[in-house]
């Protein structure tokens, strides 16, 4: 790591000395993030070693540390001050200064704060010119954006969207894909507040036609803002629930490649991420905004106004009911919760919500991605039936399991029950003992061979076990009331 500064250190004074100030701020940075990552290491060793090494190891740190604040640093400012001088665009620079603090992942990076500033005056310039989001367009009206800090606001979303849709498509993943989602979200609830703000300093105000204009204006952002925010959760949250239910449909037992039933556990998932989207499908619905300035009555909530959203906002409704049925259907004819008669109900709701929701995004001519969210729901749909139908099967094999019977197989050849264990006895060896109904004469032949058996023996066994012996072994006055 030592030889690497020192080779980064040497590249950027040559890059330095032929005027090349981005390749000498590259290297510059890089030497000076090294020397600090030495500093740390051997900070870290000092506190476990001797009292010999620890002296060594703090005049090392002090080395290090020195190199990059007194030797380093000042050489570095001079080539972002001949860079910045040099007439580079402020994309340009921004771009520069992204790559360069990215090489550190410190919490006081040198050039994170920079490019912050960098970023807030692009935006700032961009938002007075006028010239890029000035004009939204929410339920099929064109909004103008008259302030500044609302520009400001809606610029910083859409950069921060193409970033993270940059990150995503990148196959970027896990913590910096979610740093990103989140500096969405956010930049949507900073629009959201500034809207509400701008509301309430209008909602003294007595209704005339530029008042309720201006107002007009302000409520369809905020439902622009909050339809965006919304649109993003619920597209991760599909994207989330899709990914779970192609992850287990892959799964095979390994024996003939047989698929695996999907487990309880994520037939739960699935269905809480479906109830979450059903929530935010519905608050998609009663959002603000549509209609026409002649319609609104100056209040900052609008009454419902039927138009294409809407009508697109309630199929999705259905589509998200439908689904979530019948996932909450499969979660009851598991086998660990085994209610069937339920998940029968579910399944004709399931299935009576997707012909609906089918018939409804038929409807709607402009909605987005409508062709494949017909064919998949299409697709659920055909699997609802097929899933009918083994409920019902599993339902009717339930009611007959009752029926268990310990017999052997040879005796219930004709039965249609069910075993008391899988490993039932073929037959009774040796067979069992079984009453059958005989004529008298068959009693009166028995009696001739009665003398065969051992007469002796079966009076002594009647002695000691029968009623006599019971009565001989009571004495007393208690037993002689026994005896009667």
Known sequence: MEARAYASWMRGNLALETNQWQT?????QTAFNLCHALANNTSSENANSD???AIQQLELFDFFTTRATNVIAPLLRYCQYELQEKGTTPTEKMSFLQSSSSVSDGPNDPLQSKLNTLKTQTLQTQATSGSSMSQIVFRENNIVVETKELRMALLKVQNLKMEWEEEKSGGGGGGSNDTKFMALLNGYDDTISLTNQELKQLAPLKSGPAVNAKKFQLVNILGYAKYQKLKLVMERNEDMANGILKKQSGRSTGKNNKK??????????VAHLYDALLQDARAVAALPGGGSVDDFDGNATLSTVEDEFLLEANANILRLRSL???????????PLVSKYSQAVA???QAESLAHEALEEIGACDQMERGEEILGSLQSVADEMKGEKCRVLAIAYLAKTSSMKSSLPLLQRLHDYDIPSSPTSAVSCVPPKLEPMACKPIFFDVALNYVSDYPVVELENVLAEHGDNAASAGASGLLGWFRRG
């Open 324 to 334: 979530r049925c019948y996932y909450l259907a499969k979660m009851h004819a598991s």
């Open 346 to 348: 579910l399944l004709n």
């Open 24 to 28: 000498a701020c590259t290297e510059y």
């Open 51 to 53: 009292d010999g090494n």
């Open 260 to 269: 695996k039933e999907m487990t309880l556990k994520h037939l739960e998932e």
